[in-house]
């Protein structure tokens, strides 16, 4: 089983940038769909966006043309970009290893712990 380590997160405030790497160990992340998820207090975990093996990617409608996934299996890590940040982006990141199937992606049991972002002034 992969095991991911996020990291990059902190204080931002609103309209700042922030990038999250996702560090991989265990196995290679270029035999999985790479996603990221986040969770706010009180909420479920929603999805973020993923990023196909193929490179081929997708968002939610509240972060798409702000943040971007990218992955360089060479260093066996993920990254999500996030631009034009907002309170409501606060929330801890984690990143999942799955599967990319029948067009959507289906996550597995191995997950990060997380990292906090908080966009604030």
């Known amino acids: 089983q992969v095991q991911l380590v996020e990291s990059g997160g902190g204080l931002v405030q609103p309209g700042g940038s922030l990038r999250l790497s996702c560090a991989a160990s265990?196995?290679?992340?270029?035999?999985?769909?790479m996603a990221w998820y986040r969770q706010c207090p009180g909420k479920q975990r929603e999805l973020v966006g993923y990023?196909?093996?193929?490179?081929?990617?997708s968002y939610a409608d509240s972060v798409r043309g702000r943040f971007t996934i990218s992955r360089d299996n060479a260093v066996n890590t993920v990254y999500l970009q996030m631009n034009s940040l907002k309170a409501e982006d606060t929330a801890v990141y984690y990143c999942?290893?799955?599967?990319?199937?029948?067009?959507?992606?289906?996550?597995?049991?191995?997950w990060g712990r997380g990292t906090q972002v908080t966009v604030s002034s």
């Open positions: 990023i196909t093996k193929g490179g081929s990617t």
């Open positions: 265990g196995n290679q992340i270029s035999v999985y769909a």
């Open positions: 999942n290893a799955g599967y990319y199937l029948f067009s959507r992606y289906s996550s597995s049991d191995s």
